[in-house]
Structure formats: C-alpha cells, structure tokens
C-alpha cells in the first residue's frame, strides 16, 4: 500500500487534517505524526518543543528528529507499510530538509544521508503540502495559544522554512501536490481527500 506524508507551516492544520483521515479512512489505515509516533519518540518529542531546548543547537536538533523517524520508521511505519496498510505521516524527511535544512542552514546533502542511514532510504508515494500564507499560519497558531519552541521561531526563519518547501517541490513534482489550507476544516479535508482518490491510494 502506499506511504503518503503531509507537510507544511506551523498552523496549516496538518494535525487535524490527519486527524481526520484517521476518522474517515478507519482501521485499514495508519494515521502517524512525527516527531512522537512511538514512545520513544514523545520523550524526544519533549527535549525538540520544549522550550527549555533554546539552547539545542541545529545539528543536534536535527539528529534528534532522525532519532525518532528512525524508531518511527522502524516500529510503526515499515511494519504497516509490510502487512499491506496504507500509512499517512504527520511529517516526514522534507520537514528535516525545509526546517534544518533551509531554515538552520544546514547542509541538504548531509541530512539527505542522515536520512538514508535512519530511514533505509524509505521515502513516501505522495507528499502533500498543505498551502497556507505565513501569516495565516502564525494568526492561527496565536489564536489556539501556547507556542513551542518550533512555532516560536522569529519570522525570518518561517519564511526561509516557507522558500524551502516551494524549492522541495519545484525539485520533485512528480511526488508532490499542494493544497490549499484556506478556509473551512471541511473544505480542506474533501481536497485532501480527492487528491488521494485522483492518485488511486484509498483502500
């Protein structure tokens, strides 16, 4: 079955959107997020939005995302993938790209082989990107209160993360498809939803 991943800004509403295909597309599936989709993972989950952690320094930032996507991948998402589910994740390699990559100024080449290491080269059929203003994004995140440490960041960073989403595409657009994040929960879910019937990946 396939590997589908969401990724997107602070407060594009990935997490509820994936909340919702978990509702609709029922015990078939497997609906994950990243970072925190094992137990293992919400204790790293912690040290990365806490904001305690404002003194983690962008390479360990990034090894400790690639520490959970690799019990991740490990654990949840290549035993599902194995018995023949469909699994959609909560972010997935290209938030390490655009956020640590882009955003940190990290070298793209170096995480790309820390990937390969933590992941086994696993990498997704179809990656959407939930398409929302930054602005839009950083108002909603306000509105719901209590930043972390990520959403936190100063607006510069969020528009280098923003540059490098459009750059992941543009690199790799056969794998990739925008949606729109704007306006109603129910609007964005039927878009998400016809994307992943267009590509033929519902059970």
Same mark, same amino acid.
């Given at each position: 079955?396939?590997?589908?991943?969401?990724?997107g800004? $602070?407060?594009?509403?990935?997490?509820t *959107?994936?909340?919702?295909?978990?509702?609709?597309?029922? +015990?078939?599936?497997?609906?994950?997020?990243?970072?925190?989709?094992?137990?293992?993972?919400?204790s @790293?989950?912690?040290?990365?939005?806490?904001?305690?952690?404002?003194?983690?320094?962008?390479?360990?930032?990034?090894?400790?995302?690639?520490a959970?996507?690799? *019990?991740?991948? &490990?654990?949840?998402?290549? /035993?599902?993938? +194995?018995?023949g589910?469909?699994?959609?994740?909560?972010?997935?390699?290209?938030?390490?790209?655009?956020?640590?990559?882009?955003?940190?100024?990290?070298?793209?080449?170096?995480?790309?082989?820390?990937?390969?290491?933590?992941?086994?080269?696993?990498? /997704?059929?179809? @990656?959407?990107l939930?398409?929302?203003? @930054?602005?839009?994004?950083l108002?909603?995140?306000?509105?719901?209160?209590?930043?972390?440490?990520?959403?936190?960041?100063?607006?510069?960073?969020?528009?280098?993360?923003? &540059?490098?989403?459009?750059?992941?595409?543009a690199?790799? /657009?056969?794998?990739?498809?925008?949606?729109?994040?704007?306006?109603?929960?129910?609007?964005?879910? $039927?878009?998400?939803?016809?994307?992943?019937? $267009?590509?033929?990946?519902? /059970?």
């Amino acid at each position: 079955m396939p590997f589908v991943t969401l990724e997107g800004m $602070e407060g594009c509403g990935k997490s509820t *959107q994936a909340r919702r295909l978990a509702e609709r597309l029922g +015990a078939g599936a497997v609906v994950t997020k990243e970072p925190g989709g094992t137990p293992i993972g919400v204790s @790293i989950r912690r040290i990365l939005l806490d904001h305690g952690s404002h003194g983690l320094v962008a390479e360990a930032e990034s090894l400790l995302y690639f520490a959970d996507r690799a *019990q991740h991948v &490990a654990e949840v998402i290549r /035993p599902a993938l +194995a018995a023949g589910r469909l699994v959609v994740c909560d972010r997935y390699v290209e938030s390490s790209l655009a956020y640590q990559g882009y955003g940190r100024g990290l070298s793209l080449d170096a995480i790309r082989r820390v990937a390969h290491l933590a992941t086994g080269g696993l990498r /997704p059929d179809l @990656i959407i990107l939930l398409d929302l203003p @930054i602005e839009e994004g950083l108002l909603r995140v306000a509105r719901r209160g209590g930043h972390d440490r990520m959403e936190a960041e100063v607006r510069e960073f969020h528009e280098r993360v923003w &540059a490098g989403y459009g750059a992941l595409v543009a690199g790799d /657009p056969s794998r990739w498809a925008r949606v729109s994040g704007e306006g109603a929960e129910d609007d964005v879910a $039927e878009r998400l939803w016809a994307v992943l019937a $267009e590509r033929g990946f519902l /059970p």
